[in-house]
Antibody, heavy 120, light 110 residues
Framework: EQLEQSGAEVKKPGESVTISCRAS????????INWVRQMPGRGLEWVGR????????QYSPSFQGHVTISVDKSTTTAYLQWSSLKASDTAMFYC??????????????WGRGTLVIVSS | QSILTQPPSASGTPGQRVIISCSGS???????VSWYRQLPGTAPELLIY???QRPSGVPDRFSGSKSGTSASLAISGLQSEDEADYYC????????????FGGGTKLTVL
């Protein structure tokens, strides 16, 4: 079981970018994929999640409208995309699998992270 | 928005027992807490789930507990390799539901 993330991205403000998280070794549609941000020297922040089964998404209020989470079941890959980056988007982004039942959820599998650097 | 509060730092000497607290707002109380360890330069990894359960491979030196809206992580027999950042997390039902992470506690082994 593995979550393999795409490589680092270096972009300019205003540019777009999509990073990916490819799942393998388990039933992709059975577990939500979440995205978590970690700004340099800071803690973990939940960005949002997607249900690969029906592509239903939920976003943190802090990220709603600024990022888009999507999924391609045919390639068992989840995506996180920005249409217009800001310098403040510079961070490491992790994907994580959520397991468990209602009120007993937790993240049991994490990707290694994708570093996004936004600089002019 | 819901909040989980952790002390920013903790420390102990090898062999000691250290406790890291995680205090939540009222609307986290009915959901379980999980704990994650992040070694320097690596991704977070699951340490404790459902308040007090250890995944296979996590030594029993690590234990978790929860009472009401507060949780804690205890590490006994402290070892140098325990030096890392530790985060608590829980689902909150407010604002249509969202995950909340504590601010993280940097554990230093003196």
């Amino acid at each position: 079981e593995q979550l393999e993330q795409s490589g680092a991205e270096v972009k300019k403000p205003g540019e777009s970018v999509t990073i990916s998280c490819r799942a393998s070794g388990y039933s992709f549609s059975s577990y939500w994929i979440n995205w978590v941000r970690q700004m340099p020297g800071r803690g973990l922040e939940w960005v949002g999640r997607i249900d690969p089964g029906d592509s239903y998404t939920q976003y943190s209020p802090s990220f709603q409208g600024h990022v888009t989470i999507s999924v391609d079941k045919s390639t068992t890959t989840a995506y996180l995309q920005w249409s217009s980056l800001k310098a403040s988007d510079t961070a490491m982004f992790y994907c994580a699998r959520r397991v468990g039942s209602r009120r007993y959820w937790y993240f049991d599998l994490w990707g290694r992270g994708t570093l996004v650097i936004v600089s002019s | 928005q819901s909040i989980l509060t952790q002390p920013p730092s903790a420390s102990g000497t090898p062999g000691q027992r250290v406790i890291i607290s995680c205090s939540g707002s009222y609307n986290i109380g009915s959901n379980t807490v999980s704990w994650y360890r992040q070694l320097p330069g690596t991704a977070p990894e699951l340490l404790i789930y459902r308040n007090n359960q250890r995944p296979s491979g996590v030594p029993d030196r690590f234990s978790g507990s929860k009472s009401g809206t507060s949780a804690s992580l205890a590490i006994s027999g402290l070892q140098s390799e325990d030096e890392a950042d530790y985060y608590c997390a829980a689902w909150s039902d407010s604002l249509n539901g969202h995950w909340v992470f504590g601010g993280g506690t940097k554990l230093t082994v003196l």
